[in-house]
């Protein structure tokens, strides 16, 4: 009964492969984000979508794509993979964070990803 | 803008002191404050949030936090740590206003037996 599952755990490539990694929460929230953290711990957010509609996106390169089938699951696909692109992404979900809601967040497990 | 203020890298208590984890906050309006938890190797866990109401809050495993609006903090604090609190801790805040959480740096927080 995992409330926000990731997939691949870990994933280790090759510098300039194509990777997609997947999300599905099954709380029936309506909003999910994608959070990056790198290797000193900091965590950053990349990206968030509300009913599959984009609201938050971050300076992020544009090699990375989000997409949003449904609400219950938002993708991750990165391009041409670099070494930088070394970390742990988490996906999170929440209900809609409208003005006024103080709406917890929750993590997945995570999605280790080291380019080589 | 909002942006979170973590000022101890490593906070180390023996088991059974109290254990206090420093979060100062800054944000243009109300601030939503949260309080995670990530144990290595694993995802962000979900420990206490402060809204509105009771400046204290108390949340899982025994931990409670205290908002003080006039010096833009939220402490966390257990007053009995155990060695399984050994963990990397995150304050969050977030605008009402505004969509994006955003963390702290992070505390490790290491208990010792």
């Known amino acids: 009964d995992t409330a926000v599952s990731q997939t691949p755990k870990y994933l280790v490539t090759q510098m300039g492969n194509d990777k997609s990694i997947k999300c599905e929460q099954n709380?029936?929230?309506?909003?999910m984000y994608w959070y990056k953290q790198d290797s000193k711990k900091f965590l950053k957010i990349m990206f968030s979508?509300?009913?599959?509609?984009?609201?938050i996106n971050e300076t992020v390169p544009n090699r990375f794509s989000p997409k949003s089938p449904d609400k219950a699951h938002l993708n991750l696909h990165i391009n041409s993979l670099e070494l930088g692109d070394s970390a742990v992404y988490f996906c999170?979900?929440?209900?809609?964070?409208?003005?006024?809601?103080?709406?917890?967040?929750?993590f997945g497990e995570g999605s280790w990803l080291t380019v080589v | 803008a909002q942006s979170v203020a973590q000022p101890e890298d490593q906070v180390n208590v023996a088991e059974g002191n109290p254990l206090t984890v420093k979060c100062t906050y800054s944000?243009?309006?109300?601030?939503?404050l949260f309080w995670y938890v990530q144990y290595p190797n694993r995802g962000l866990q979900f420990l206490l949030k402060?809204?509105?109401?009771?400046?204290l809050v108390k949340g899982s495993y025994g931990f409670e936090a205290e908002f003080n609006k006039s010096q833009t903090s939220f402490h966390l604090k257990k007053p009995s740590a155990l060695v399984s609190d050994s963990a990397l801790y995150f304050c969050?805040?977030?605008?009402?206003?505004?969509?994006?959480?955003?963390f702290g740096a992070g505390t490790t927080v290491t208990v010792r037996a």
């Open positions: 999170a979900s929440s209900q809609n964070p409208n003005r006024g809601s103080g709406n917890t967040i929750y």
């Open positions: 709380l029936g929230h309506d909003t």
């Open positions: 979508y509300n009913n599959k509609e984009l609201i």
């Open positions: 944000v243009s309006g109300n601030p939503y």
């Open positions: 402060y809204i509105t109401g009771d400046n």
């Open positions: 969050a805040v977030r605008d009402i206003d505004d969509y994006k959480l955003s």
